[in-house]
């Protein structure tokens, strides 16, 4: 099938365009979300006092009480223990719209806030979201579909040849056609994965304004029917104005593992508390069933089963979600789908990126440009700056005191982010451009488990002696994830060396940027 | 563990399957020497290399059921041909070396998993 040359030319611009509108930020969310991808295990890692789960499971109740200290909310929400984490996540509503968060240690029922916020800047920075600016998501959703444009797009100004991008990758030749070999055959390759995420990741990210839009015509602007549609059901049950007393947490739980058997449940959520409809939505799993993930909704007061969507699903939108998420977070074949999942989306990474260097070697004549001089700094700056920035965020993690410690995070990340991005804008070859900041952040990331050997009682060196999983994955993971860097370095430094262009020997950290002395 | 190591056998036999598919047709030199047997040999060889895949996904459809198996299958296959196709060319002996060694090492791994809890 070939093109005519106008569709070409077309589709040419589209994908350009849309690309290199959409890299910088699309390379953050997909790179975030490669860590994502381990939150749970990141959630236990970043909590440095070693916390063990009694040998018998004890009461919650007691140890919610405890955690409260005598508020009495009229929302409650539980992380349970389990998945790595062994203690309990409360959840309430303070004033002003706050959420107050602890955590109750199972073995000894010390209650001690969070100390610190490592997974979750990683989490919602995948999807652009934070409480106080939730509207992020919905660009993350847009960008999603830039995503799907540029990849569509791609697909089509390629169909011609996309037979011979299945092997074509000739390292040996210019840079300019080692980057779009690489582009192409990363492209073509991961097509199937990139589509994926993209399309999951729209979903999940404008499902929001969708359920708002369809609500109007399709139920008549309810929003709780639709919402009910979407999600399940449960979720906007109304007060009855008449008092009740909910049943405790641990019976609660038990009604729901009753209700369906096999069920392991992960959040507990209580929602009009005091009130006689007040209802208990328990959130979890179904071992053995793919993508089997959802909710026993029940009544508090009386533990009375009102609806259940891991059996069944209740509606489509149900259905259709649940493989959303399940495909987009890897939810299916355990840890070494989420390993692949984090290779795949270094992979993408590295498309995203090597679509912008084409886009400057294609502008060669032009790159002194402003424009061009500013995408080739942003490139290496924003895109390049996120690798020790997150780099940056374990070492906080380790070095920041326990009171200090989530601000300390948000500050090392965003600040040492800056700073590089700061000064690969003043001067882009700045400490050997890629091959610098490649090199230093392999070792930043290689050296964590030595800071937590200073800093911590759990760490890789004593595996023996506390016996966490989670502790050695992480660990081994980011020496792995240096070890990584560094061969990526080397090999940049080669092909730099011999890059004769100055925007490829900028984009691969040679000296003589665009438009700038060498 | 046992589940790890069934995922390493497909991955492994991925890798087989995608690497002879990739000897077949940039003309590798065993290849082009197998195929040398019989004018059938390079049709031969594509369907063994099909065989593997599909072997890749069959065991983990026994372990873990077709759709959660075929998922896995597939974003492993995407996987390996993402890396093998820039890597081969750049560290060819480590990758062609890595080919003949995939499927006794896929093996091993399935045995390994007979026995594992």
């Known amino acids: ?518 | 563990m046992r589940l790890v190591l069934v995922q390493a056998e497909a991955l492994l036999l991925t890798y087989a399957g995608f690497a002879l598919a990739q000897a077949v047709a940039r003309g590798q030199p065993l290849a082009i020497r197998l195929g040398a047997g019989a004018a059938c040999a390079r049709a031969l060889l594509r369907l063994a290399a099909l065989g593997l895949l599909g072997l890749a996904c069959g065991v983990l459809a026994r372990e873990r059921g077709w759709a959660d198996g075929g998922l896995f299958a597939l974003a492993g296959l995407v996987l390996v041909a993402s890396a093998f196709v820039p890597l081969a060319p750049v560290a060819p002996r480590m990758v062609w070396g890595l080919a003949l060694a995939a499927t006794p090492l896929a093996a091993a791994a399935g045995l390994a998993a007979r026995w594992a809890t």
Not at chain 1, 46 to 64: N, S
Not at chain 1, 142 to 159: D, F, M, P, R, Y
Not at chain 1, 193 to 220: C, R, W
């Open chain 1, 1 to 518: 099938m070939k093109l005519s040359r106008h569709a070409f030319t077309r589709f040419w611009d589209v994908h350009g365009w849309a690309g290199v509108a959409t890299a910088l930020v699309l390379h953050v969310m997909v790179f975030a979300g490669a860590f994502a991808l381990f939150r749970d295990e990141l959630s236990s890692w970043q909590e440095r006092a070693p916390r063990t789960a009694p040998a018998q499971p004890a009461p919650l109740a007691p140890l919610v009480d405890r955690a409260l200290g005598g508020a009495q909310p009229r929302e409650l929400s539980l992380a349970l223990p389990g998945h790595g984490a062994p203690y309990l996540e409360v959840h309430w509503p303070g004033g002003g719209g706050d959420w107050t968060e602890t955590h109750v240690d199972l073995a000894t029922g010390a209650v001690a806030p969070p100390t610190s916020q490592l997974a979750v800047l990683l989490y919602w920075l995948h999807f652009l979201y934070h409480p106080r600016a939730s509207w992020g998501m919905y660009v993350a959703g847009l960008l999603a579909v830039a995503l799907l444009l540029a990849l569509v797009t791609g697909v089509l100004i390629h169909i011609k040849d996309l037979a011979r991008q299945l092997h074509q990758f000739r390292p040996g030749k210019t840079v300019k056609v080692l980057w779009s070999d690489l582009h192409k055959v990363l492209g073509v390759m991961g097509l199937p994965f990139q589509l994926m995420i993209a399309f999951t990741g729209a979903v999940l990210g404008l499902a929001g304004v969708l359920l708002a839009l369809l609500s109007g015509p399709a139920l008549g602007g309810d929003q709780a029917a639709a919402s009910a549609a979407l999600w399940g059901g449960g979720r906007d049950a109304r007060p009855s104005g008449r008092p009740g007393r909910a049943l405790d947490v641990d019976r609660l739980i038990a009604r729901a593992q009753a209700a369906v058997p096999g069920f392991q449940p992960r959040f507990l959520g209580l929602r009009h508390i005091g009130d006689a409809a007040a209802t208990a939505t328990v959130w979890g799993e179904l071992p053995g069933r793919l993508f089997a993930r959802g909710e026993v909704v029940l009544g508090a007061v009386d533990g009375r089963l009102l609806s259940e969507s891991l059996t069944r699903a209740p509606t489509p939108g149900v259905a259709i979600g649940r493989w959303v998420v399940g495909l987009h977070y890897a939810l299916y074949g355990g840890l070494v789908t989420r390993v692949v999942y984090a290779l795949l989306a270094a992979a993408t990474c590295l498309t995203i990126l090597s679509g912008n260097w084409i886009w400057l070697t294609r502008r060669e004549g032009r790159a002194a440009s402003a424009g061009n001089r500013l995408l080739a700094k942003l490139t290496i700056g924003v895109g390049g700056g996120v690798v020790p920035a997150t780099a940056a965020l374990f070492w906080a993690n380790r070095l920041a005191p326990a009171s200090a410690r989530q601000a300390a995070e948000a500050w090392t990340f965003f600040g040492v982010w800056a700073l590089v991005a700061l000064l690969f804008l003043a001067r882009a070859s700045s400490r050997g451009g890629w091959v610098g900041l490649l090199r230093a952040s392999a070792v930043a990331f290689a050296a964590v488990p030595l800071l937590s050997s200073v800093g911590t009682d759990a760490h890789l060196f004593n595996l023996g002696r506390h016996g966490r999983a989670e502790v050695l994955g992480v660990e081994l993971g980011l020496v792995l994830l240096g070890l990584a860097l560094l061969v990526t370095a080397a090999l940049v430094r080669r092909r730099g060396q011999r890059a004769a262009a100055p925007v490829a020997r900028l984009a691969l950290g040679g000296p003589g940027p665009v438009g700038e002395k060498a």
